[in-house]
């Protein structure tokens, strides 16, 4: 089935709310819930990012002195310098156009080279350049399947969201990074490692460190802006959530420019893209949603207009972003376990808000009819993963929690009928907010292993 072609029943409406959404010439009547202002405050334009009040002191004072360094968009960005041509595989772009090409994850004379397909906008004006990666674990589909439909006619092309003829900066999308992954439905390269630990890599050494190190030179090291589309690994699921540095100024911009409600403050782990990104000083943001071997539909309707949402806060095309109501700014969370083994059957999924002492799961021994254990949850907040493998021992995570003691009425605002968080972008475009509007809701604490998914066991993911 071409996806491009005949688009699954829920993705045309994903599609047309998109399409209406980007119409300059919108009226009321076609939309009459977005209520947008008619011109942007130079107060929302020139103020700094907030951060009062959304993590504990400590952490919010590192974030306070990165973000003293903050200066304005380089001049390369700007209007009066006139849009030159893209530099990308020794190819050059023409500002307004579109080009599709290939990239050799290795270069070899011999051997698979494994290509790529990297679809790459250079707009008519100036601005800067965004990178988005999907499938870095080949088992992962929820990038894949976003970034393809991006890439087709519904979103990109002439009068569409992605239009170059209207874009400031370049947009360089690669919905398939690790391909012999991919191809084998697995999560690691060939030789049995995680391309997401080996950045930046070392052309003389492993397969899948000389791929991170041509990925490294040549796409990544010339980004201004890197989003890396990313699910649960086997045998769990997350709620679309986004993971960053938030002591990284750009990528605490980009971080709540994709808009949406939850965003874990890690680092992430050695070698990962995102670490390696930062440190040069290159913003880098994980979007998480979905599990593996599963084409989530909705992390992937989130994950999209999340992008529509950072381009346009970036002003590289038309149009507000949109904003949640609320932000969950973690630093920490709490673990659901199992106190018994057996078989698994989870009662509250990810996205479920829960009380403390509400039961969430049960656990069977079909060796043992007629008896059966029930999994509290020690604290009241959001799950935002649950397990999805049926086999448990005493002592296996079930699910990972994110604590809320304060915004408690805000949140449940945003839930449906069965206690489920509405994610901002899941049923249709949201309304424009200013950012002064959208409340943050701290979540104090510390990661576990240190990082998010340390506890889940064999794969310590963080992405």
């Known amino acids: 089935m071409n996806f491009l072609e005949n688009p699954p029943p829920i993705?045309?409406?994903?599609?047309?709310?998109?399409?209406?959404?980007?119409?300059?010439?919108?009226?009321?009547?076609?939309?009459?819930?977005?209520?947008?202002?008619?011109?942007?405050?130079?107060?929302?334009?020139?103020?700094p990012i907030k951060i009062a009040n959304q993590i504990p002191k400590s952490r919010r004072r590192e974030i306070e002195k990165a973000l003293e360094d903050v200066s304005g968009s380089p001049k390369k960005w700007s209007r009066s310098s006139g849009p030159t041509n893209h530099s990308f595989l020794r190819k050059r772009i023409k500002p307004g156009s579109i080009r599709n090409l290939q990239y050799d994850l290795l270069d070899v004379e011999i051997g698979e080279s494994w290509p790529v397909p990297v679809t790459v906008l250079h707009g008519s004006r100036p601005g800067p350049v965004v990178t988005l990666l999907g499938a870095v674990h080949g088992d992962e589909l929820v990038g894949p399947l976003a970034l393809t439909y991006l890439c087709g006619q519904n979103f990109m092309g002439p009068e569409k969201i992605l239009d170059p003829s209207t874009l400031a900066g370049t947009l360089r999308i690669i919905p398939i990074?690790?391909?012999?992954?991919?191809?084998?439905?697995?999560?690691?390269?060939?030789?049995?490692?995680?391309?997401?630990?080996?950045?930046?890599?070392?052309?003389?050494?492993?397969?899948?460190?000389?791929?991170?190190?041509?990925?490294?030179?040549?796409?990544?090291?010339?980004?201004?802006?890197?989003?890396?589309?990313?699910?649960?690994?086997?045998?769990?699921?997350?709620?679309?959530?986004?993971r960053a540095n938030l002591a990284h100024p750009g990528s605490n911009k980009i971080g709540r420019a994709f808009g949406i409600e939850t965003i874990l403050d890690t680092e992430g782990p050695r070698g990962s893209l995102r670490r390696v990104a930062n440190a040069n000083d290159i913003a880098c943001i994980t979007y998480e949603g979905g599990g593996s071997d599963e084409a989530d539909p909705e992390s992937v309707q989130v994950s999209i207009f999340g992008i529509i949402n950072l381009l346009r806060s970036l002003r590289m095309i038309p149009g507000y972003p949109s904003k949640p109501r609320f932000r969950i700014l973690a630093s920490g969370s709490v673990w659901i376990r199992s106190d018994q083994g057996g078989l698994l059957d989870v009662l509250a999924p990810a996205g479920s808000f829960v009380e403390k002492g509400e039961i969430v799961a049960t656990v069977t021994d079909p060796e043992?009819?007629?008896?059966?254990?029930?999994?509290?949850?020690?604290?009241?907040?959001?799950?935002?993963?649950?397990?999805?493998?049926?086999?448990?021992?005493?002592?296996?995570p079930i699910g990972h929690l994110l604590p809320v003691k304060r915004g408690v009425s805000t949140l449940k605002a945003s839930l449906d009928d069965d206690d489920c968080l509405i994610i901002s972008g899941l049923d249709g475009d949201p309304p424009w907010r200013d950012d002064d509007d959208v409340e943050d809701i701290a979540v104090f604490g510390e990661w576990s292993g240190g990082s998010p998914d340390a506890e889940w066991g064999d794969v310590e993911d963080d992405s």
Do not use: M
């Open 177 to 242: 990074v690790n391909l012999p992954g991919y191809r084998r439905r697995v999560r690691y390269f060939p030789d049995g490692r995680d391309l997401n630990r080996a950045f930046p890599g070392k052309p003389d050494s492993n397969t899948t460190s000389r791929v991170a190190d041509r990925l490294w030179k040549l796409i990544i090291n010339n980004s201004d802006y890197v989003v890396d589309f990313h699910t649960a690994a086997k045998g769990r699921t997350n709620l679309p959530q986004i």
């Open 368 to 396: 043992i009819p007629g008896e059966d254990h029930d999994i509290l949850s020690p604290e009241r907040g959001l799950l935002i993963s649950t397990a999805t493998h049926p086999f448990v021992n005493s002592g296996s």
């Open 11 to 47: 993705f045309l409406i994903q599609v047309l709310v998109a399409a209406i959404v980007a119409s300059d010439n919108i009226e009321d009547s076609v939309l009459p819930n977005l209520d947008k202002p008619t011109s942007r405050s130079k107060r929302r334009r020139f103020s």
